[in-house]
């Protein structure tokens, strides 16, 4: 199972992005901005942490603008 999730710079959870079953290859997913009630979120740097099979296999940095 992937589970795509979006965190506060400190590691805070914000929402979940994706928990999917995929098969191996490129695929695309997208986050709104927004918070696990709907709310849009400051603006500000996020990580964006990919977990397949609860291992973290990435996370990176963005920032929302």
Sequence with gaps: ELL???CS?????IREIARTTVTP???TF???GK???GNDTPRGLYLIR?????KILRT??????
């Excluded at 710079?9 to 959870?13: E, M, P």
């Excluded at 990919?50 to 609860?54: A, G, K, Q, S």
């Design 30 to 32: 997208r986050w709104e």
């Design 35 to 37: 918070d696990h009630n």
């Design 9 to 13: 710079i400190s590691g805070d959870y």
């Design 4 to 6: 795509i999730e979006a």
């Design 25 to 27: 290859g490129k695929h």
């Design 60 to 65: 990176i940095k963005i920032e929302k603008i």
């Design 50 to 54: 990919t977990t397949l099979n609860n």
